[in-house]
């Protein structure tokens, strides 16, 4: 797992390399589902956890266990995570591991940051925008 300064970092690299006019994967819609999906206590802890597991991710066991939730509600919140394209999964023989879409959560930051906020300097500062006008 990674320390918090290692998964802050993580993100905050992928938010600064996020050009939405570039890429186009951030829009409207997949901000409103991923919020969605967000705005619900269990699966931010899930997010959280799963920021903090790197690249290697978690199973949804694992998931559970450390967010005090019952694998199968686990199971549960990580399916409408992923539905949402917060978090990816991979089945690795037997297991299912889940990772957090960091490209997407990184656009989130960004689109709410660089869209949302009129290039406030304090504000995108914060993410490393710093200079930068929309």
Do not use: W
Not at 13 to 41: P, R, W, Y
Not at 72 to 79: D, E, I, V
């Amino acid at each position: 797992m990674l320390d918090k300064q290692q998964s802050s970092t993580s993100l905050r690299s992928c938010v600064k390399t996020f050009d939405a006019e570039k890429h186009q994967i951030m829009n409207e819609k997949l901000a409103l589902d991923m919020l969605g999906a967000l705005s619900q206590e269990t699966r931010l802890r899930i997010v959280r956890y799963l920021v903090q597991c790197g690249p290697e991710g978690a199973s949804a066991g694992e998931i559970g266990q450390h967010v005090g939730a019952a694998a199968s509600l686990a199971s549960f919140h990580l399916s409408n995570l992923e539905q949402a394209e917060v978090v990816t999964s991979e089945r690795q023989s037997r297991k299912i591991i889940y990772r957090a879409n960091y490209s997407n959560l990184g656009g989130l930051m960004a689109f709410m940051l660089k869209d949302c906020c009129n290039g406030h300097p304090d504000i995108l500062a914060c993410c490393g925008f710093a200079n930068t006008r929309t």
